[in-house]
């Protein structure tokens, strides 16, 4: 499958952390997720791939661009959102737009007013004035009003309410539709990824832990609740990782593992990324 990212061996570090992206591969047409705890890398990751850091070493392709800070041409085609998104603080979203079409080839006003419209944002009122939902809601209309065919999205849904959240998905799973979109997106609010990603990779300390795909993955393993008594009749290696409740054990096992005498359900994304983040945890 074409790449629309690609990255090998990037580092970059910051006093004791350190981003180590050995392999990390996003094909065009698919949406990518990005997990991991705070402080894990995703918005260094992102940042990267948008040209706005360097990095210390590796490489990296975005869109066929091997140098996308300078990379004008090959930046009209990607919409993002980053938390510290430089939009002048004093500006509003209509004479943001005034600036915006003249950077833009592909500038769609009457999508942009659009999105305004849909995301109730009042045009004349200074980005300042904006509360967090409604900057990220402003950045998702710019990214999606110059016909960009990859979004990189730095937690797009967090500071919105679940209405709002709900809506911005359903844009997202709109753009998707066409096959030569991608999006990239980093968030914590796992059910968000659960509904919209193929992919998802996880970071842990700087590193990819796993990349796997989403269904893949979530057919994979399960979730096994039972006592403490009759976990002693069950294969210690099959165990993947646990959990120890006072009454019962929480047990995450591979389906092809659990034992007839247990009952066993699927996990959703956000529980089985938890388990596996525990101690002992491998996918
Ligand atoms: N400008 C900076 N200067 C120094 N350290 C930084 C800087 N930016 C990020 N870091 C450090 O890099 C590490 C990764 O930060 P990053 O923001 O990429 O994590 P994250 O996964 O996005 O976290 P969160 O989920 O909390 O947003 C952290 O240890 C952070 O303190």
Request: with cysteine.
């Amino acid at each position: 499958m074409e790449s629309a990212i690609h990255c090998s061996n990037l580092k970059k570090s910051y006093g004791s952390f350190t981003l180590d992206i050995n392999d990390l591969h996003i094909a065009t047409g698919t949406v990518h997720g990005l997990i991991g705890a705070n402080g894990c890398g995703k918005t260094t990751t992102i940042k990267l791939l948008l040209g706005l850091l360097f990095p210390d070493s590796g490489d990296l392709s975005v869109l066929g661009s091997h140098a996308i800070g300078q990379d004008t041409e090959i930046r009209q085609n990607i919409g993002f959102i980053v938390e510290d998104a430089s939009v002048p603080s004093l500006m509003n979203a209509k004479q943001l737009s005034d600036v915006l079409k003249q950077t833009y080839h592909g500038w769609d006003q009457v999508r942009y007013d659009l999105l305004l419209k849909q995301f109730q944002l009042d045009a004349k009122k200074q980005y300042r004035m904006y509360s967090r939902g409604m900057k990220v809601k402003l950045q998702l209309a710019v990214a999606l009003s110059h016909q960009a065919s990859l979004l990189i999205l730095d937690e797009p849904t967090s500071g919105l309410d679940p209405l709002a959240r709900d809506e911005i998905i359903t844009i997202l799973s709109e753009f998707r539709e066409d096959e030569s979109h991608t999006i990239l997106i980093s968030s914590h609010i796992t059910s968000d990824l659960e509904k919209l990603c193929d992919y998802v990779t996880f970071l842990e300390h700087g590193r990819i832990r796993f990349t796997r795909e989403k269904d893949e993955l979530l057919d994979e393993f399960r979730l096994v609740q039972t006592t403490h008594q009759m976990e002693a009749d069950i294969d210690s290696d099959a165990i993947v990782a646990r959990r120890d409740g006072s009454f019962q054990v929480e047990l995450l096992m591979r389906a092809q593992d659990v034992p007839s005498f247990v009952e066993a359900r699927r996990l959703n994304l956000e529980e089985l990324i938890i388990l596996l983040s525990r101690k002992g945890g491998a996918a």
